[in-house]
């Protein structure tokens, strides 16, 4: 592994089912964040982790939960998928401790709910 | 509260110069971004500024004036590689990123 993966790469998904979304960095960085990007607007900030055991709300947490139970590893789950959860989702991670606070991104996951 | 404007479509010619625009709102403000994001692929980091001025690197440089909410990206010599979409973006006071819808950056031959 050489950054940050995610899986899948696509899905597609029927309302009402639960989906977890993986993501996995192998950068030793402390902090983590998922994100949703949809057509015509910016990358919004869906949770994020600032270290392992810790994990906070960003601006659209409603229907998302996170869990951070190590370094590496920060999974998404959608409990009961709405179309409105459609979407592209990428994961990032950046080394707080620096002084730039540059964000890696994994390639993203296009998640499509019918 | 919060907010980033930057242009929605820019077109330029190969090897000319092309400047992208970006004004933000913030009450609180530690740095500025720029992202570049080709189309279906990730964003990828370009540059940081955190206090006033140019900061140069190679083709690309970033200015900040921080009293006037504004940046730009210069990109120089363009290349057609350089079709893609450049993200404005600020971190708050709390350290989080705040993101523009980007500015789609066309290049003609």
């Known amino acids: 592994i050489a950054g940050i993966t995610q899986a899948p790469t696509s899905q597609i998904l029927a309302a009402g089912r639960r989906m977890t979304l993986r993501c996995t960095q192998d950068m030793r960085h402390n902090a983590m964040y998922w994100y949703r990007q949809d057509l015509g607007l910016g990358l919004r900030l869906i949770h994020y982790s600032n270290t392992a055991g810790t994990t906070g709300k960003g601006e659209v947490p409603d229907g998302y939960s996170v869990s951070r139970a190590n370094t590496d590893d920060f999974p998404l789950t959608l409990a009961s998928a709405v179309p409105s959860q459609t979407s592209v989702y990428f994961c990032?991670?950046?080394?707080?401790?620096?002084?730039?606070?540059?964000?890696?991104f994994g390639p993203g996951t296009r998640l499509t709910v019918l | 509260g919060q907010n980033i404007d930057q242009p929605t479509e820019m077109t330029a010619t190969e090897g000319a110069i092309v400047q992208i625009n970006c004004t933000y709102q913030t009450s609180g403000f530690n740095g500025l971004f720029w992202y570049q994001q080709h189309a279906g692929e990730a964003p990828t980091f370009l540059s940081y500024?955190?206090l006033d001025g140019l900061e140069e690197k190679g083709r690309f440089s970033s200015f900040l004036s921080r009293s006037k909410g504004y940046s730009y990206l210069l990109l120089k010599e363009l290349q057609m590689k350089d079709s893609a979409s450049y993200l404005c973006v600020f971190m708050d006071s709390n350290y989080q990123l705040i993101w523009g819808a980007g500015t789609k950056l066309i290049i003609k031959p």
């Open positions: 500024n955190v």
């Open positions: 990032a991670s950046s080394d707080s401790s620096g002084s730039i606070y540059e964000q890696f």
